[in-house]
Nanobody
Framework: QVQLVESGGGLVQAGGSLRLSCAAS????????MAWFRQAPGKERGFLGAISWRDGSTYYADSMKGRFTISRDNAKNTVYLQMNSLKPEDTAVYYC?????????????????WGQGTQVTVSS
């Protein structure tokens, strides 16, 4: 099992930027695929993007391409989500997740471990 702790959320004005961090412990981070999801009130948890442990390849939801960037630092056991040009509709709780297996990047059921989430609020 891996423990995940997100940080970096907060209140930001529309058009601003935030960088979220997710620190992992408990397993070999470098062998984990990592992903970010978010959940807004009254909505289902949705996939934002992921980064592969094998070659660092990244995968994004179409709606996130160009604004959000995922990266990882295996030496720090941390994955990041850089968010630019934020909009009020980006307001949500953001979660990082980890998986060891294969399959669809977007399927939340395939991720075994989750953080507690960090709130991001974008004001207009």
């Amino acid at each position: 099992q891996v423990q995940l702790v997100e940080s970096g959320g907060g209140l930001v004005q529309a058009g601003g930027s935030l960088r979220l961090s997710c620190a992992a412990s408990g397993r070999t981070f470098s062998r984990l695929d990592m992903a970010w999801f978010r959940q807004a009130p009254g909505k289902e948890r949705g996939f934002l993007g992921a980064i592969s442990w094998r070659d660092g390849s990244t995968y994004y939801a179409d709606s996130m391409k160009g604004r959000f960037t995922i990266s990882r630092d295996n030496a720090k056991n941390t994955v990041y989500l850089q968010m630019n040009s934020l909009k009020p509709e980006d307001t949500a709780v953001y979660y990082c997740a980890a998986r060891r297996g294969l399959g669809s990047w977007t399927d939340a059921r395939l991720y075994e471990d989750w953080g507690q989430g960090t709130q991001v609020t974008v004001s207009s």
